[in-house]
């Protein structure tokens, strides 16, 4: 009968026997918690830090494009505006001129034909006239014009233009920008990003992660420590290689940005100041014709 006992308690023992071998004892375990629980906070407290960065960056990057915006589009309007003024002031005045010769010489037949030139030529809406010409260049909506190249790249929803191409670099919902780059990498949810990365090596819940595998005794701490180590220094390595370059990227669209527009602001202020000066002139040539004396004028940009 004993032995009878004997030989049926032998599988049971032996059984008893292999899951403790397999079974982490509970001051292993106990340790194993205080360290990954340190690891899990240290990473939160990373995330954190680096998260609240992103956001200020971002912040500044919109508060620098912003400024921009308004200096430049300030600009803009100031050398329309000043062109504009300095348009119907002249329409005023060679009107006025025109009346005036018109009184003077409209009786004689040797100036008939300079007085219908020179009505022509002092009139904006008569195609091609030199005070047509003058009109044209200042004007933002008639195609390829001075006006019209210099508020297109300003104008931020013009595909392509210098201010679209400003705003599409620091615009983090635009695919593969250097502020969509910089946001996701930053981002523990983005597949594959160093971040995420980070949190899954950090934490105990993630499958061959140094943490689960320490949790559940595959592995020693010193072999854990030894891999979360490297496994740290690679990935906030290559975070800080992504921000640094995607925050240079966006530095220097910025600055090359506004050197094309300061660029264009003098080739603008040239082209006009170029057509103000050939309209006034062939105005005053004619008028000289018809009365012996021509018209008087400035530099109307030079301060620009």
Known sequence: MKQSIHKFLLPILGLV?????VLPSGSAHAADTKWINQVWNDYKAYNKKITEAYKADQQQMDANYKEYLKQYTDRMNSVENKVLADQKEWNEKLQADLTKLQEQYGG???????????????????????????????????????????????????????????KKDINPNFLDSPAFKYKNAVNENFLNSPMQKLKMASSKDYVNSPMLRYNIGKISKTKAQQEYAKIYKEQTANLAAIIKSNKQAIANTEAETRKELDALHEKSVDDLEKQREETLRSISEMRARICGEGLSWQPLLKAQ
């Open 17 to 21: 026997t292999a899951l403790v071998m």
């Open 108 to 166: 004689s037949r040797e100036k008939a034909d300079d007085l219908r030139k020179y009505k022509q030529m002092i009139n904006p809406k008569f195609m091609d006239s030199p005070m047509n010409r003058y009109a044209t260049q200042a004007n933002r909506n008639f195609l390829n014009s001075t006006m019209w190249e210099y508020s297109k790249a300003l104008n931020e929803n013009f595909l392509n233009s210098k201010t679209w191409k400003y």
